[in-house]
């Protein structure tokens, strides 16, 4: 946590509690252990509704040929552990384990958020890992985007993404999860994300393929998303403000 400290699950009841003024229904689990207090202990979740869905990016294209040679095809169903569970010592979202008492330490586990990545069994999935840091009023905290492609794809198709919302030191409570990637606009070199409803999720992404160095990055964008050069010379915009930190990549 911000302040140093280290939260701990713990295992308890699952309690019905309604939120807000349309009656949001929860059922964390309630905890008479402080989070505060370790070691952690394996704990058991439900969350509030009927599960979670993932979107292919790009069809994948079967040739006659592949079906000819019998060419074998692999799913990678895809996700990063890191960042996935987040705590607050008060406020945030409905949480999935709370302390009970006094305190309001709270743990949140979202739905797995995973990424297909289909391709052939003797290719190799390569993920493009970006971060920046965001700041909009007295909000603090790093978007991680993450893009899967196919090595040997000579046109660097991008298959599966993945966006998360990250807490940092500098983090005052939880922040909501980033909007669920459905569509991707590509116009000129510049990528545009959408969510389901074909709202805007992060725009003005471009850059040159993951192949050459520097990979992709972020650029001026149309709407305030993270932004930066490829240099990660980072670029003052509208609030939310954002920063370049990070830029990786690395096969699955």
């Given at each position: 946590?911000g302040d140093g400290s280290t939260f701990y699950t713990h295992d308890?009841?699952?309690?019905?509690?309604?939120?807000?003024?349309?009656?949001?229904?929860?059922?964390?689990?309630?905890t008479p252990t402080a989070l505060t207090s370790g070691p952690a202990?394996?704990?058991?979740?439900?969350?509030?509704?009927?599960?979670?869905?993932?979107?292919?990016?790009?069809?994948?294209?079967?040739?006659?040929?592949?079906?000819?040679?019998?060419?074998?095809?692999?799913?990678?169903?895809?996700?990063?552990?890191?960042?996935?569970?987040?705590?607050?010592?008060?406020?945030?979202?409905?949480?999935?384990?709370?302390?009970?008492?006094?305190?309001?330490?709270?743990?949140?586990?979202?739905?797995?958020?995973?990424?297909?990545?289909?391709?052939?069994?003797?290719?190799?999935?390569?993920?493009?890992?970006?971060?920046?840091?965001?700041?909009?009023?007295?909000?603090?905290?790093?978007?991680?985007?993450?893009?899967?492609?196919?090595?040997?794809?000579?046109?660097?198709?991008?298959?599966?993404?993945?966006?998360?919302?990250?807490?940092?030191?500098?983090?005052?409570?939880?922040?909501?999860d980033f909007q669920k990637i459905a569509f991707i606009d590509q116009?000129?070199?510049?990528?545009?994300?959408?969510?389901?409803?074909?709202?805007?999720?992060?725009?003005?992404?471009?850059?040159?393929?993951?192949?050459?160095?520097?990979?992709?990055?972020?650029?001026?964008?149309?709407?305030?998303?993270?932004?930066?050069?490829?240099?990660?010379?980072?670029?003052?915009?509208?609030?939310?403000?954002?920063?370049?930190?990070?830029?990786?990549?690395?096969?699955?």
């Amino acid at each position: 946590m911000g302040d140093g400290s280290t939260f701990y699950t713990h295992d308890g009841p699952t309690v019905r509690t309604e939120l807000g003024t349309d009656h949001y229904v929860s059922y964390p689990t309630v905890t008479p252990t402080a989070l505060t207090s370790g070691p952690a202990e394996e704990a058991v979740i439900l969350h509030p509704n009927g599960g979670t869905w993932f979107k292919f990016q790009a069809p994948l294209v079967v040739t006659q040929r592949d079906v000819d040679d019998r060419v074998s095809y692999v799913l990678d169903l895809t996700f990063n552990p890191e960042g996935l569970v987040k705590g607050a010592t008060f406020g945030g979202p409905p949480p999935s384990i709370s302390e009970g008492g006094a305190q309001q330490r709270t743990i949140a586990v979202p739905m797995l958020d995973l990424t297909p990545v289909p391709h052939r069994a003797s290719e190799t999935a390569v993920k493009e890992t970006y971060v920046a840091n965001v700041r909009a009023g007295d909000d603090d905290f790093d978007v991680r985007l993450e893009l899967y492609s196919v090595k040997e794809d000579p046109n660097h198709t991008i298959y599966g993404v993945s966006a998360r919302t990250l807490m940092n030191a500098r983090s005052h409570g939880v922040v909501s999860d980033f909007q669920k990637i459905a569509f991707i606009d590509q116009t000129a070199g510049v990528l545009d994300f959408q969510a389901y409803d074909r709202s805007p999720a992060l725009s003005g992404f471009a850059g040159t393929p993951w192949a050459t160095p520097p990979p992709r990055a972020f650029v001026a964008p149309t709407t305030a998303t993270p932004q930066g050069t490829p240099r990660e010379r980072c670029l003052p915009g509208a609030a939310p403000r954002a920063t370049c930190r990070s830029r990786s990549s690395s096969t699955v």
